[in-house]
């Protein structure tokens, strides 16, 4: 286990990623009842742009270095809860401290709801405890992910999201990831799962979407957005989330801002969006 997200943070991956789980758990929060989240692969919680590993990459610079000026209304109402956790870690302005997906699961959680984190990496989990040490809403695991899925799942509050964001180092991710989305299915039928994926290969994006298509689960909306073209040299042209059992109303929030985001984070002018339902919808 190489993967550190503080190489990472902030990047466009992590925009499309944190913009969207921020607008997920918003939409959850809309009703009265509780729910509960299980981050499978939580990360760090939140990072310093300003850190050594962050400024080697610089990676942020195309993500959430890029921001800043205001899109139209419309955009911005999309991306409201977002915006509100990036300022609730930067008091003072500006962007240094960025939040991963458990920090942003916890600023926009209320008091009735709670989080399960569950990191593996023992550095990680540990900068996790300290980072959020004494916050009652947060149970921290430091599970395989498909062990922390079947421990925690299904959920005593019976609505929920269970996010899953690996690091795909290992070469039989993708299908790691179909077991946990089948797992988390099985469990926890009416949930919400968001699965991110990378775009590096076209072979490895249609591999990956191919298998979870086939699993025989419906109600799954996938959403890419890709900043350049992509070949075996590029790198992460883009990235790409499966979303099983969309909230109301999330389908036209993607509508507006994936358009958005590859206008505003597409390299030379090659930003391009995606948004269509891998599996039939939910009538
Ligand atoms: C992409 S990062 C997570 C980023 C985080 N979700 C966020 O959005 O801020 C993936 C994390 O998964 C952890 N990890 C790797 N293999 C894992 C496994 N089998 N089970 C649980 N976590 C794992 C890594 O240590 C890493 O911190």
New binding site residues.
Partial sequence: ?N???AY??GNHA?VL??AVLAKVIERLAAKDKPFGVL??????GAYDLQSEAASKTGEWLGGIGLMQEAFSSQVEAVLAPYRRVIAGLNPAGGNRFYP???DIALQLLRSIDRLVA????PE?ADTLRMNYHGEKRLFITQ???LA?VKQQLPFKERRGLV?I???YEVKDEAAKVCRLLAEAVRRFETGVVMIWYPITTEDFVDGLVTGIAGLGIGNLLCAELRVKNTHEQSGLSGSGLIIRNPPFGLEEDLQILLPALAQRLGIEGLGRAKQEWLTPKKG
């Avoid at 981050?39 to 760090?44: E, K, L, Q, S, V």
């Avoid at 569950?118 to 990496?121: D, G, T």
């Fill in positions: 286990m993967y550190r997200h990472h943070a992590d990623k944190h981050d499978a692969h939580a990360g760090a991963g997906s458990p569950n990191e593996l990496h990680e599970l395989d992910a922390a996010l964001d690996p690091p």
